[in-house]
């Protein structure tokens, strides 16, 4: 079990950026495939993007492309998420998960380790 802790949130105004970081203790992130999700208030969880275990892989929402880009740094045991352009509608909490599953997984389920998520809002 890898244990994962999110921060970088905020709040922010429309157009504006913000860059969130999830860092890893107990063990190195190396072998893991990390996602990040996020939930609105009363809305489901959503999956916004995930990186493979060696940066070689990346994918996004859809309807992220081009605003948001996860990278990762496996020395720092850390996996970020820029968030350029931000809308009111991407306020939400965000969570970073981890897996071992095959790659791209996009549904939560597939996620056994999770963060206890840090809040962004972006106002209009």
């Known amino acids: 079990q890898v244990q994962l802790v999110e921060s970088g949130g905020g709040l922010v105004q429309a157009g504006g950026s913000l860059r969130l970081s999830c860092a890893a203790s107990?063990?190195?992130?190396?072998?893991?495939?990390i996602g990040w999700f996020r939930q609105a208030p009363g809305k489901e969880r959503e999956f916004v993007a995930v990186?493979?275990?060696?940066?070689?892989?990346?994918r996004y929402a859809d309807s992220l492309k081009g605003r948001f880009a996860i990278s990762r740094d496996n020395a720092k045991n850390t996996v970020y998420l820029q968030m350029n352009s931000l809308k009111p509608e991407d306020t939400a909490v965000y969570h970073c998960?981890?897996?071992?599953?095959?790659?791209?997984?996009?549904?939560?389920?597939?996620?056994?380790?999770w963060g206890q998520g840090t809040q962004v809002t972006v106002s209009s």
């Open positions: 107990g063990q190195t992130l190396n072998s893991y495939n």
């Open positions: 990186i493979n275990w060696s940066s070689s892989s990346t």
């Open positions: 998960a981890a897996t071992t599953s095959w790659f791209p997984r996009t549904e939560g389920t597939a996620y056994p380790d």
